[in-house]
């Protein structure tokens, strides 16, 4: 298993990935963004298995200011950005492997003190599992039929 930074090489075998969880977890509708997702962000991974190529990516980000509030409720918060397995290969450990990584460089930066992800129903126990707890739902949040769940941890996470 070999984790690494992703680049743009790795395009097609992400989209992959993403195609193999339609309609599952993710609705296809939301591919536009996962594809905008892979061009704009800096912190993307991805992680190989010797005979399989990717088999799963996931990055995180800053939060975007938001201009409207003073103080800045998005200050100090990372995101968690598209993080997914190909789909034959759920319940491996190859998801805890990917969050576990990201989670820990999260923790080790002072520019953050908690960490949020958007998720669906589908996904919101394997998160919980790691301190992560709902802050907002909201029905067909993603999509007809895909809930969107919010949740946040802080930063550093007690383990």
Known sequence: MHLRAYTPADR???LNLFASNVPDYFAQIERADFEH????????????????????????????PDPA????????????CWGMVRRDLHRRG???RLLSERLRRIDA????????????????DFFARHGFVVTREEADGFAPGYDLVEMRRPVPWPR
Do not use: K, M, Q
Request: overall charge negative.
């Open 37 to 64: 997702t892979l061009d704009a962000i800096a912190d993307y991974l991805v992680l190989e298995l010797e005979g399989e190529g990717i088999v799963a990516c996931g990055g995180y980000a800053a939060a975007r």
């Open 94 to 96: 190859l998801g805890e």
């Open 12 to 14: 097609e075998a992400c």
């Open 69 to 80: 509030s003073d103080p800045d409720p998005n200050a100090g918060v990372a995101v968690l």
């Open 109 to 124: 930066d002072p520019a953050f003190d908690s960490v949020r992800i958007e998720t669906s129903t589908f996904s919101r």
